[in-house]
């Protein structure tokens, strides 16, 4: 049994390691991030090359062992098959069922640790542990939706090849149905969407396919797409609520922005009480009042809005937003051009602690162990006032928090310690500098080579890295202009935090080429493939143009795909993309059989 992929090394991974193993054996594949996909590759063509059958042995079962494990702890994939073909091949997707979801998400609330926003990113993050254990208390599942490849079976139509599939044990999709003319079939979907709501899973589509195979054959397939199916998409799920407060909380950067919070609804597999609104300007255009019933959707049915009102409440009056900051009392202002109202003193309690969180987010200094809870307790005891704290930090200092053991306390100080051996680009974001995203760090620590020569860049020298502009240039410049930046960056330096950029070599696959990554992929992670772009010489987009390459689309892509079709601008899919980054396959001579 092969469970697909997608991986572009699949088949020269199959034929190899394929005679090494009994035809009897039960095998399942997942996609690992592509770095680790190349290492296993290189390896198993190395020793290829050099003829040792040995050494092939030794790296596919190391292979088959990492891509197994995970899958194999699926409860509902077969572990053995009664009467099994000599081959079988076939295609299906993981999910997480709501009632595992749920029980996931309040284990990770009462762990104090950040829950996952809905059941197809816990299912994916679930997927890439790397231990085994962890992926089987996630309660996963799947559906196979195809037969990919049998051997000595012929079926003739796609419902018969369901059945089969379905006979050997194998979970299917529990609603498929044969139609004979379109209007049937658009009924279907109609019924299906009307029974979103009581399934145990999330679906935004359906799909309607040929079901004789010989059809099929002759309708063929695009470069993208099969002309022989077409995918429905259902719109957003709305539902009402009632607002009971708007919550105004302070950023990192001083913005004030505003909350609805209201009486709590199922909406797209996740229950939600909570939605952004932006800022003032939003409120007013909506006319959003405490009390008023509000219409909420998921955008991508990830994110909570509010996207209009229904219905005044009773006596319910405008809503202002404040005139001072809620965590400071400093007066807020607005910047020239921009709609939100910001809170611009430096010593803002609110300010202090979402700085302290970003610093140490994964995507800046990664600093494991210091989340939303503990950065509060070290700014409400006073042990942080700015980042450059962390690193002056005592075991002593570290067992007055909550909760905190010796253990806890040594390997924060160690994830804090590792910290310091960053690379420049992860410091510079972790700076928080106003409309500096992560993607834009790396690109000023790789152009400027240090910090020093970064802090006394002029604003025209930062204009003229290709992908800034006159708004990102004055934004660097304003960020080490400001009274304490300077003694900030001496007290980091101080404590041995890296000052230098220590590049590494780009590849040239994608040179030249401005990429859009929209949706979620199966297995690469937005930051991940955005990654692989710029590794590979190629920038990426936040937003689709004229001069973008190609558009990356996942499940739930949005307006990007759309704009992108429009433009006509090519869409590739992350199979797609993994080959277009892979380095020239080296000939693969026979092993060697051992005597």
């Not at 194999?72 to 299906?92: C, H, M, Q, W, Y």
């Not at 996931?104 to 679930?126: I, V």
């Not at 509060?376 to 450059?388: K, P, Y």
Request: proline share 5%; hydrophobic share 40%; aromatic share 6%.
């Amino acid at each position: 049994l092969y469970v697909q992929c997608g991986c572009p090394y699949w088949y020269d991974l199959v034929e190899n390691l394929a005679p090494h193993f009994d035809r009897t054996t039960v095998l399942s594949f997942r996609c690992r991030p592509a770095e680790a996909i190349l290492d296993d590759h290189t390896s198993l063509l190395k020793a290829i090359e050099a003829k040792d059958a040995a050494a092939a042995r030794t790296v596919a079962a190391r292979h088959m062992q990492r891509y197994t494990e995970n899958l194999a702890t699926i409860k509902s994939i077969p572990k053995e098959i009664p009467n099994a073909p000599d081959f079988l091949e076939v295609r299906g997707e993981v999910y997480m069922p709501h009632e595992a979801f749920f029980a996931l998400k309040e284990q990770q609330e009462l762990e104090d640790k950040t829950p996952f926003k809905n059941p197809r990113n816990a299912a994916a993050g679930s997927l890439r542990q790397k231990d085994a254990k962890i992926t089987a208390a996630r309660g996963l599942s799947i559906f196979v939706f195809n037969l990919q490849q049998v051997e000595g079976k012929t079926f003739t139509t796609h419902s018969e090849t369901l059945d089969y599939i379905k006979s050997l044990g194998f979970p299917v999709s529990p609603r498929y149905n044969v139609y004979t003319n379109i209007e049937d079939a658009i009924a279907e979907i109609q019924r299906i969407g009307e029974a979103r709501g009581t399934l145990d899973f999330d679906m935004d589509g359906a799909v309607i396919k040929v079901n004789d195979l010989t059809a099929r054959q002759a309708l063929g397939s695009t470069n993208k797409f099969p002309r022989w199916a077409i995918a429905f998409k259902y719109p957003p799920e709305v539902k009402e609520s009632t607002v009971r407060d708007i919550e105004v909380t302070v950023g990192r950067t001083g913005v004030l922005t505003p909350t609805a919070v209201f009486d709590p609804i199922f909406l797209a597999g996740t229950s939600v009480s909570r939605a952004n609104l932006h800022n003032e300007d939003i409120i007013e255009a909506m006319d959003v009042r405490i009390g008023d019933t509000i219409q909420v959707r998921k955008a991508g049915d990830i994110i909570p809005e509010v996207i209009g009102v229904a219905r005044h409440g009773e006596n319910s009056v405008p809503y202002h937003m404040p005139r001072v900051c809620p965590s400071c009392g400093a007066p807020v202002v607005h910047l020239q051009d921009e709609a939100a109202l910001r809170c611009v003193n430096p010593e803002c309690p609110a300010q202090s602690l979402r700085n302290l969180i970003h610093f140490a987010s994964r995507t800046a200094m990664a600093i494991d162990g210091l989340g939303e809870a503990i950065a509060q307790q070290l700014i409400d005891r006073q042990l942080v006032h700015s980042v450059a704290d962390l690193y002056d930090l005592t075991k002593d200092q570290l067992l007055t928090l909550d909760k905190f053991k010796a253990k806890s306390a040594e390997n924060l100080l160690k994830a804090i310690d590792s910290s310091k051996q960053n690379n420049l680009d992860k410091l510079v974001f972790g700076l928080g500098i106003r409309n500096i995203g992560d993607k834009a760090a790396a690109l000023l620590a790789e152009h400027f080579g240090s910090m020093d020569a970064l802090r006394n860049a002029a604003a025209e020298d930062i204009s003229s890295i290709d992908g800034f502009g006159g708004v990102m240039a004055q934004s660097v410049v304003e960020f080490f202009a400001k009274d304490g930046t300077a003694d900030l960056l001496h007290r980091l330096a101080d404590a041995g935090v890296n000052m230098q950029w220590h590049g590494e070599k780009k590849g040239t696959a994608l040179a030249g080429m401005t990429i859009v990554v929209t949706g979620t992929l199966p297995t690469l992670s937005r930051q991940e493939a955005e990654a692989m772009i710029v590794q590979n010489g190629g920038k990426a987009s936040g937003s689709v143009s004229k001069k973008t390459a190609y558009v990356l689309a996942g499940a739930a892509a949005g307006s990007k795909l759309t704009k992108a079709q429009t433009l006509g601008i090519p869409v590739i899919d992350e199979a797609e993309f993994l080959r277009m980054v892979a380095p020239a396959p080296a000939e693969q001579p026979e092993l060697e059989e051992e005597t």
